[in-house]
């Protein structure tokens, strides 16, 4: 079974960029679509990106779009999220998920997703 690793969260400065990363193993990294989510303290886990199982297609929040992009590495099972003009309302731990029938997001819920990471943390200070 597929698992998932983040890395790159750190502390920035408003208007810094980061680039956050979700490593799969396994061999079946093709068969996700991938997305990432964000939970702020004390706020509910909300869709941040998505990507389908090609890379074709894209699909973003409205409060990231034009400042965060998404992609994804088949070869090196690596999904990516490229963060700029970071606002300190990014700050949360953001979750890299991963679903094998439908876009994670955008055709599914957070609740019905199937592989999740352990998150990495972004803070953004102003």
């Known amino acids: 079974q597929v698992q998932l690793v983040e890395s790159g969260g750190g502390l920035v400065q408003a208007g810094g960029s980061l680039r956050l990363s979700c490593a799969a193993s396994?061999?079946?990294?093709?068969?996700?679509?991938m997305g990432w989510f964000r939970q702020a303290p004390g706020k509910e886990r909300e869709f941040v990106a998505a990507i389908n199982w090609s890379g074709s297609s894209t699909y973003y929040a409205d409060s990231v779009k034009g400042r965060f992009t998404i992609s994804r590495d088949n070869a090196e099972n690596t999904v990516h999220l490229r963060m700029h003009s970071l606002k300190p309302e990014d700050t949360a731990v953001y979750y890299c998920?991963?679903?094998?029938?439908?876009?994670?997001?955008?055709?599914?819920?957070?609740?019905?997703?199937?592989?999740w990471g352990q998150g990495t943390l972004v803070t953004v200070s102003s």
């Open positions: 396994g061999r079946t990294f093709t068969s996700y679509a």
């Open positions: 998920a991963a679903d094998s029938r439908a876009v994670p997001g955008v055709s599914l819920g957070i609740g019905g997703l199937e592989l």
